[in-house]
């Protein structure tokens, strides 16, 4: 299909009909990742007997936070590798293997696997995971008033993954052993790649080729570049393993968690200096990625607050909570079927405000103002529940429904429509990366949410719920009154 063909396509719900490819790849990628998510807390403090591992809470969320970060980090690589070694389409097809591997690996017992599935799952999500938004980009022209709409439809396909494979991979878990949930998530993800990989003819030349920069010489000696630099790296991580291993020096999830977050800080310092003073870009792009540090600031906060409902507020679901309903018992994992029932009820409605408030639709960052609001409300309703179950009681399931509910008003505001403002505010020579870039926030929220959840045993819990929701709202209100100055930085980007 001809790149017009696909901007003019109406026949997935009126959308192009590549989205229905992408949209299935990414709901069986969100199955498997939601569905590991889903049980890795418990399989972390679980009792060796029990076929868990054992950590305290401290390690575990160490070890919870460092994947769940390190997963969206990569994103940031995987964008660079697909502008300048595989295209983005290849990309996608390499991330989906490497994650079924993964999944198997977790499935296997010992603790070498287990580490080794984390490290192949935070590299096929880095490769999949920002270039397959890419791609759904690509599928609109640049002026296509459907995309915003388009990427709401994409969100949901997201979230019904993520709904399914709580119930399944976790009942499976918690019925059978942790390690045949993760068997059952590795599924689901090979699922998805056989179904990419035959419906690629629906994209057309959407995320086949890489970007040029107009010199074919010069190209060739960027990809060569590249290559060496993605193997030295991998390299310089495989020699530290060996290192570690051989008790050359000590290493723990702990420390490792720690230079991790000095590692983003740093990362985020060296990528946005790049953007913004070095040479090589338009006063435009500049002011266009000044606008991308306000949005990308304001999404690292909001995530460190939403990412919580994987580690703290499970562990919250399975000591505090009352979960019986019609006599059945059903596994804390089941929680996090909650968010995702919430998001494919309301993404629909949401899509349709977007296109009905026409003139009158909020900016991106209005919408990212009231993402964080929303994510405040989200754990201020839950500092008298967990003040009641500091005495020992267990607390009704309403409230932890409630902060779903909250959380994933905020979640519509701001996830779908940041992806959608990254494939328009970035430069098309470096798409990908940009893409990488907004994941990146996201993996500074989930290393936040991972300290926060190491705390979980050695303070107050009303007393960590209620720092997360005042400093959560505190952002919130610094971003209504970044509005306008991040509008006239977008320079007319809508």
């Known amino acids: 299909m001809a790149p017009s063909d696909v901007h003019l396509d109406r026949s997935f719900f009126g959308h192009p009909r590549g989205l229905a490819t992408l949209f299935f790849t990414e709901m069986w990628e969100r199955f498997s990742y939601y569905g590991m998510r889903a049980i890795l807390i418990y399989f972390l403090t679980d009792t060796i007997a029990k076929g868990g591992l054992g950590f305290a809470d401290s390690k575990a969320g160490a070890v ?5 970060s390190m997963v969206y980090l990569l994103c940031l690589g995987g964008g660079w590798v697909a502008d300048r070694i595989t295209g983005r389409r290849r990309a996608v097809l390499i991330g989906g293997i490497l994650i ?6 977790l499935a296997t017992p010992g603790l070498p696997f287990f580490y080794v599935g984390l490290a192949l799952l935070m590299m096929g999500t880095g490769m999949l995971k920002g270039n397959v938004s890419v791609i759904v980009g690509q599928l609109y022209g640049k002026d296509d008033a459907r995309r915003d709409s388009g990427f709401s439809i994409f969100y949901m396909g997201i979230n ?4 399914i494979s709580p119930l399944i991979c976790g009942w499976v878990g918690h019925t059978y052993g942790w390690r045949w949930g993760f068997g ?3 599924a689901g993800m090979l699922a998805g790649v056989i179904q990419y990989v035959l419906g690629g003819k629906h994209l057309g030349s959407a995320g086949l080729h890489l970007p040029s920069t107009g010199d074919p010489e010069a190209d060739r000696r960027q990809k060569r570049n590249a290559i060496v630099a993605v193997g030295s790296a991998l390299g310089v991580l495989v020699l530290l393993a060996l290192l570690g291993i051989l008790g050359v020096f000590q290493m723990t999830a702990e420390a490792i968690a720690d230079a991790e977050g000095w590692a983003l800080c740093g990362v985020v310092v060296v990528v946005f200096s790049w953007l913004l003073f070095l040479p090589g870009w338009t006063p435009v792009e500049r002011k266009r990625s000044a606008a991308v540090l306000v949005l990308f600031v304001a999404s690292a906060l909001f995530w460190a607050s939403f990412e919580q409902a994987g580690s703290s507020l499970s562990l919250f679901a399975e000591r505090s909570t009352h979960r019986s309903m019609f006599g059945y018992d059903y596994p804390a994992s089941w929680f996090q079927t909650v968010q995702p029932v919430f998001v494919i009820a309301f993404a629909p ?3 349709w405000l977007w296109l009905a408030l026409k003139r009158r639709e909020p900016s991106s960052p209005a919408k990212f103002a009231l993402g964080l609001l929303f994510a405040g409300l989200a754990f201020a309703i839950l500092v008298p529940p967990a003040l009641v179950s500091a005495h020992g009681a267990q607390v009704s399931q309403w409230w932890l429904v409630s902060t779903y ?7 519509l505001c701001l996830s779908p429509v940041g992806l959608s403002a990254m494939t328009k505010l970035a430069p098309d020579r470096a798409a990908g990366f940009m ?3 907004w994941f990146l926030s996201t993996s500074i929220g989930n290393w936040m949410a991972g300290k926060a959840a190491s705390l979980y045993s050695s303070m107050p819990i009303q007393t960590l719920f209620g720092s997360v929701a005042a400093f959560t709202i505190g952002a919130a209100i610094v971003m209504a009154l970044m509005i306008r ?3 006239r930085l977008m320079s007319g980007v809508k």
């Open 64 to 68: 919870y936070g460092l994947y769940t």
């Open 405 to 411: 509910f909250l959380q994933t008003m905020g979640e």
């Open 435 to 437: 893409m990488g870039i």
């Open 160 to 163: 019904i993954g993520a709904l």
């Open 100 to 105: 079924s591997v993964g999944e198997f690996c």
């Open 184 to 186: 059952i998530a590795g």
């Open 485 to 487: 100055p991040t509008v």
């Open 349 to 351: 409605v949401y899509a």
